[in-house]
């Protein structure tokens, strides 16, 4: 047996991910293990050589998503797209697109899906007769204001239709494109219909760069938090994902920044990696952090039972151990320090309008 250290693929100029590897969690071979991967190497892209983004046209029948996990706040979603060319290599959605059979690497960031009828399927759902009315949630699996929503524009137009018919929503993004759709969230803000979670992972550009790399700049994200703050839009600052010895250091700096531009709130996660996520996690430290790679993977093993992830319903997002628990204790402080969380805010769903049928015809 060899004691030589594997050969890694080359980063690709652009993006998250360095390897295209598919997912074993599918096929006969490899459905006993998380994470598991087929030994083939496809097509992989050396440094400096750009991969091109394609983008197809997905034919939905439905736009809502169901949600019915005890530890998520929130029942529906709209996902305008799937797959996220800002290749952020802690994704916890990477592993959708093994169901396409792409690889959760980086066709994920590069193999995109496009709903362009969401807005008219939109309109249709909330026209249903029993349809109940509560915060409709975007960004909570890929980003709706990823690159290719600038001539999209399908997360404007489900928007739209929202505004149209005062219907709450709660988006999440690390985007600074959002400042765009400020005409739309504005006047819904004044309604109590709209608020924003805005996800900063670091103040660092170059780690920002390695890490998530077709994502806003951070300091374009804070900058986009002072936009919506001033325009009326409850905002708040996720700083997240925390990856040990990583970012955790910047806990302070980052709600510091976020309340000066006048996020009203804060919330934190730590990192989580199920599925293909770790292997990929493995190989970006490998290759960018090598000299304190297996460190931040036994750290974030610490916190979850000794495993890279821990799947189980409130314990995914309830780190364990007393390095959890000084993270915590940071970034509680430092929301006090700032005069974050201090205020409930709830959406409004009783001014929310049935589409009528001849509404639904435009």
């Known amino acids: 047996m060899s004691d030589s250290p594997p050969i890694l693929p080359p980063p690709v100029k652009g993006r998250g991910a360095a390897s295209t590897r598919l997912s074993a969690r599918f096929d006969d071979r490899g459905r006993e293990d998380d994470g598991d991967w087929l030994d083939e190497r496809e097509g992989i892209d050396g440094e400096g050589t750009p991969r091109r983004t394609e983008v197809t046209i997905e034919k939905a029948k439905t736009i809502i998503t169901r949600n019915r996990s005890p530890d998520i706040p929130f029942d529906r979603s709209i996902n305008a797209y799937r797959g996220c060319e800002h290749g952020c290599i802690y994704c916890f959605a990477r592993p959708t697109h093994a169901y396409q059979n792409l690889s959760p690497g980086l066709d994920f960031e590069t193999k995109l899906f496009a ?22 949630a975007m960004g ?11 001539h999209m524009r399908i997360t404007r137009g489900v928007i739209e239709v929202l505004a149209e018919h005062d219907h709450p929503l709660v988006i999440t993004t690390k985007s600074a494109r959002i400042v765009r759709d400020i005409d739309l969230l504005a006047p819904m803000a004044a309604k109590g219909l709209a608020a924003v979670m805005m996800s900063v992972t670091t103040l660092d550009p170059e780690l920002a760069r390695r890490m998530e790399p077709r994502a ?45 531009a006048g ?28 000299d304190r790679a297996a460190k931040v993977m036994a750290m974030i093993a610490g916190m979850r039972g000794g495993k890279d992830n821990d799947p189980n319903f409130f314990d995914r997002f309830r780190p364990q151990g007393a390095y959890a628990a000084a993270l915590h204790a940071r970034f509680k402080l430092a929301c006090r320090k700032h005069g974050l969380n201090a205020e409930r805010f709830e959406l409004r769903t009783d001014l929310f309008r049935v589409p009528t049928d001849q509404m639904a015809l435009f």
């Open 115 to 136: 709903k362009p009828d969401a807005a008219a399927l939109l309109r249709k759902e909330l026209a249903k007769r029993g349809y109940q009315c509560t915060p409709m």
């Open 140 to 150: 909570t699996n890929t980003d709706p204001y990823q690159p290719i929503e600038q």
């Open 216 to 260: 806003s700049a951070p300091r374009q994200r804070i900058a986009a938090i002072a936009a919506l703050a001033k325009a009326g839009v409850p905002t708040s600052i996720s700083v997240s994902p925390i990856v040990p010895a990583i970012n955790d250091h910047e806990i302070e700096a980052i709600v510091a920044a976020g309340a000066e």
């Open 263 to 290: 996020a009203r709130s804060a919330f934190s996660i730590v990192v989580r990696l199920p599925h293909e996520v770790a292997p990929l996690m493995r190989e970006w430290l490998a290759i960018h952090y090598p």
